[in-house]
């Protein structure tokens, strides 16, 4: 066990709430590192898109890095008695079985189409995506960028040119059935994701396996959504805050089981992203409230910057049990020195120290340095009033109209 997490990126100490329990910490010890899984254990407005962009660099072949999977009807597991979130998945917490959409099985298509791209390194993102990931970073001398469609329009046909290796969303279909097939029950989640990299470790060409000596790791978010820790404004207990305080009782047991999971197999390894959670919450305040013109003086166009808002519930267990290593993302971009910190840093964690597992003369992508939590793309509400809002000054912030805040 380690001496507990750190920030690679060398900012300011984290308040006594972020630093986890040394018993619970697992040591980066690249020497017997036997990492197949690196799971980014964040929530909304850390900046985890901005971190998996820094994972998908062109000069590292054998990280194979992955997005959000486990959104809409594809979460893990959902409360159907909250039906004000419209949550649907696999697993409802008020039913021993399967959900009525997976009775004959589960799949996630999520996961189809990014494994299909992140195996031959190619394709493009799909017009209108919510994401902003970028999936050119993959295309190098390992794998060209070329992409077909066959005559099945849904079924993309991701090729790797030089090496003969070409994918489909259907192959990868197949080749995952395995893994959907060995889940049983709720708590059948680490066990679910080794199978999918077990997968995708045999289907990335065999000159690509030799190169990274046989380790080949995935990477992917998990966030207390995709297992039903349902995000709610409630403006009256936790003034303008996105986050219950008080999660189901449910969702943060199976929470706190995959964090023991997580910890106690050797084969997967965690980064937990945090953030200052009023910087967080305000980021998800700006980018996700709808503007209601006739509503002017509700909280939730408000946004109070001098209440102390406490870390959530879901990041207290996720420091208590999972031996995550702590990462503030935003800090990655304050220096082209930085970023390479937290790259580095994160594939060590991931067992591919960057000497060995990353080819000689790599640069950064030039799409995440110097990014930003927040990014640039605007919420379900169009609201995008700028990154240059902050707290700083404290006081209220007021949603004014659809693209701006200002202090109230």
């Keep these: 066990m380690g001496a507990g997490p750190v920030d690679p990126a060398g900012a300011a100490s984290l308040s006594p709430q972020q630093i986890a329990n040394d018993d619970h910490t697992k040591d980066i010890d690249a020497q017997h590192n036997q990492t197949r899984v690196l799971i980014l254990i964040s929530d909304q407005g850390t900046g985890s898109s901005s971190f ?58 999520e996961l189809e189409k990014e494994l299909a791209k992140v195996i031959a390194r190619g394709g493009k993102d799909d017009e209108g995506s919510n994401y902003s990931y970028s999936w050119s970073s993959y295309h190098n001398r390992w794998y060209s960028s070329a992409s077909d469609e066959d005559s099945n329009e849904d079924d993309v046909v991701h090729k790797a040119g030089t090496y003969g290796t070409e994918i489909s969303e259907s192959d990868v279909r197949k080749g995952l059935q395995h893994a959907y097939d060995s889940i049983s ?21 065999g000159n690509v396996r030799t190169r990274c000596k046989d380790r080949m790791v995935i990477s992917l978010k998990l966030f207390p959504l995709f297992i039903g820790g349902g995000i709610s404004h409630i403006s009256n207990t936790h003034v303008n805050s996105l986050d219950e305080i008080d999660p189901d009782p449910t969702a943060a047991e199976l929470w706190k089981s995959i964090m023991k999971d997580i910890h106690d197999d050797p084969q997967v390894s965690a ?32 946004f109070n910057c001098d209440f102390k808002r406490p870390m959530t519930e879901f990041a ?12 503030e993302p935003t800090h ?6 930085k970023t390479m910190h937290c790259f580095k840093t994160a594939m060590d964690i991931a ?10 003369g790599f640069e950064l992508s030039d799409d995440v340095e110097g990014a930003e ?12 009033p700028g990154r240059e809002v902050t707290c700083e000054q404290g006081g209220w912030l007021c949603l004014k109209s659809e693209n701006k805040i200002a202090a109230c």
Excluded: M
């Excluded at 990655?332 to 020195?337: A, G, L, N, T």
């Excluded at 939590?373 to 995008?384: D, M, R, V, Y």
């Design 52 to 109: 998996v962009n820094l994972l998908r660099n062109k000069d590292s072949p054998c990280l194979l890095s992955l997005s959000e999977l486990f959104t809409k009807e594809r979460r893990w597991a959902f409360d159907s008695e909250k039906p004000k979130f419209g949550l649907q998945g696999l697993w409802d917490y008020n039913d021993p079985k399967p959900s009525k959409i997976y009775q004959n099985g589960y799949r996630n298509e």
């Design 185 to 205: 029950k709720i708590t059948d989640f680490v066990k679910f994701i080794k199978k999918v990299q077990a997968y995708a470790a045999g289907a990335v060409p």
């Design 271 to 302: 980064v937990h992203l945090l953030r200052d959670e009023t910087k967080r919450e305000l980021s998800n305040w700006r980018r996700f409230q709808p503007y209601k013109k006739k509503a002017e003086d509700t909280q939730s166009l408000r």
């Design 316 to 327: 207290k267990l996720t420091e208590q049990y999972s031996g995550a290593r702590v990462i």
């Design 332 to 337: 990655c971009w304050e220096s082209k020195e």
């Design 351 to 360: 067992g591919l120290p960057v000497d060995e597992f990353v080819d000689e």
């Design 373 to 384: 939590a927040g990014g640039k793309k605007a919420g379900p509400g169009g609201l995008h």
